[in-house]
């Protein structure tokens, strides 16, 4: 008998010990993960509040035409727009994907990467609403037209950035 249950215990203990070196151990942030949440969530915000502002300047654009040249021409702000919208969605879908990633390491860079790139986002709508909101009209028009096509950049690279994630 005790033969028996020894024979049992040699033939178990190494099934045991060795089922659980194939299981991959995937460790995910959700602090992390909850935060770009938090961050997306704000952009979007922040892209209705802009997309207000667009539609207010879009409105009063005959009032603006005397005061101001080149706030004629809204084509620069409607793509700083829409590249925003853009970039919230590939953020998204960024998100999404990370937790079926199986590298960790790979996970938090891309969630610490996709954050950042969201703040810079954020940081780029928030100044050209401060743009818009206040002392818009005095500025000149070369000071206004160098600010925003400088920010309409930064926001190209940052959804360039996003786009390369997705890819």
Do not use: C, H, W
Not at 63 to 82: A, P, T
Not at 141 to 149: G, P, S
Not at 153 to 161: D, I, N, P
Request: hydrophobic share 40%.
């Amino acid at each position: 008998m005790k033969a028996l249950i020894l024979k049992t215990a040699f033939l178990l203990l190494p099934i045991m010990g060795f089922s659980q070196f194939g299981v991959p151990q995937t460790v995910y942030d959700p602090a992390a993960a909850a935060n770009m949440g938090k961050q997306i969530a704000t952009s979007a915000e922040q892209l209705n509040q802009f997309e207000k502002s667009l539609e207010y300047l879009k409105k009063a654009e005959d009032k603006l035409n005397q005061v101001n040249g080149y706030v004629r021409n809204m084509k620069d702000l409607n793509d700083i727009k829409n590249m925003y919208a853009e970039s919230i969605s590939m953020s998204q879908k960024i998100r999404v994907g990370i937790p079926r990633m199986k590298n960790v390491r790979a996970q938090k860079l891309m969630t610490s990467n996709v954050t950042n790139i969201v703040t810079s986002l954020n940081d780029s709508i928030n100044f050209i609403t401060k743009i818009l909101s206040s002392n818009f009209f005095s500025m000149t028009d070369t000071d206004r037209m160098d600010l925003i096509k400088k920010e309409r950049s930064k926001v190209f690279l940052r959804k360039s950035q996003l786009a390369s994630y997705l890819n």
